[in-house]
């Protein structure tokens, strides 16, 4: 399969993370619902308040949507907003990682773990330690070792850390000047028990190809906003990200999970609705792009994941198998 694909068109689930258990394609997703909010650049009517599991046996084929893996009232910590969401297999248990906002509405990420892949998960009664932000993504590298990827500004608060400290007064900044670098996304080595982080949370560097240096905040073009990706291919690894305002998917490339990584190009162009969020799976020999958009609904908060397949070139460069209409 080459165009896209709605993969539950009657309901409506965005940020999906695709990941392979068992020889077949579970998609993590958050799941929208239908709210009075209005719209704002805080994110406020993204009030996601349950998850579900999605799996499929082929592309293309029938889509199971599971019984609710858990909802904001199973979280002892967390008052609201469930977003985008992954997880990762490991010591014969499944971790699920998501973020929240805890009780003074700071988003957190927590962790929640189930002897299968669809759930149900069972949250751990605290947030996983100095986390903080949105967008948790996971890599577990053939070695074994687990890392958590993170960061969204705006509404996910990344500005707000620059000290090491929650600033709420920092809550609708991003950059002092375009000059400077831009805010980079985060990443820690996860401990063993894949609950903890074993190292301290550092800036995932990207630099911009031009001239080697960190990208610019005023490259809104290029520079992180939100949903964190990583995947490895060939002894390489890949750090995909939205640029957020620009509306782009794209990627960097890199030769430790840990970073430095070297922007190296765009994956997609804007689609329909605000966000764009994503994440990117092999399956079966072939490499697979899943992200959202608003097609069915037309409404911002209303967002249908979708699957479209990728390819790569001589030089481990990535493009959809099929233009973008």
């Known amino acids: ?38 719209d704002d650049d805080n994110g406020s009517q993204y009030d996601m308040a349950d998850y579900h599991v999605l799996s499929m046996g082929e592309i293309g084929g029938e889509v199971t949507v599971h019984g609710k893996a858990f909802g904001v ?81 705006w509404g996910g608060q990344l500005q707000c850390w620059r000290t090491g400290q929650f600033d709420p007064d920092a809550y609708s900044t991003m950059e002092a000047s375009r000059d400077e670098d831009a805010l980079m996304p985060k990443v820690a080595k996860l401990s063993q028990d894949m609950k903890s982080f074993e190292s301290g949370v550092q800036d995932l560097i ?15 073009d290029r520079r992180f906003f939100e949903a964190a990706w990583m995947h490895k291919r060939g002894g390489k690894y890949y750090f995909s990200y939205s640029t957020g305002d620009t509306h782009y998917i794209v990627y960097a490339m890199g030769d430790s999970p840990m970073g430095p990584f070297t922007y190296a190009g765009r994956i997609l162009e804007p689609v329909q609705g605000w966000t764009t969020h994503h994440s990117i799976v092999e399956f079966r020999g072939k490499w697979y792009l899943c992200y959202h958009d608003t097609s069915i609904s037309g409404e911002n908060n209303l967002r249908s994941a979708k699957i479209r397949e990728l390819v790569y070139d001589d030089q481990g460069h990535i493009k959809l198998a099929q233009p973008q209409a």
């Open 1 to 38: 399969m080459t165009d896209s694909k709605t993969l539950v068109p009657e309901d409506f689930f965005a940020d999906p993370s695709g990941r392979v258990f068992n020889d077949r394609l579970y998609i993590y997703p958050s799941h929208d619902r239908r709210t009075n909010i209005p």
């Open 73 to 153: 009232e199973d979280v002892p910590w967390a008052e609201r907003q469930l977003w985008a969401p992954d997880c990762a297999f490991k010591h014969g248990k499944y971790y699920f990682y998501f973020p929240a906002r805890d009780r003074e509405g700071v988003f957190r990420i927590g962790v929640a773990v189930s002897d299968t892949p669809e759930g149900p998960f069972t949250p751990e009664r605290e947030p996983i330690r100095g986390s903080f932000s949105i967008d948790p993504a996971v890599l577990v590298d053939d070695d074994g070792e687990a890392y958590l990827y993170f960061g969204g500004i």
């Open 206 to 220: 990207i630099n911009d190809d031009i001239d080697g240096k960190p990208i610019r905040a005023g490259r809104h």
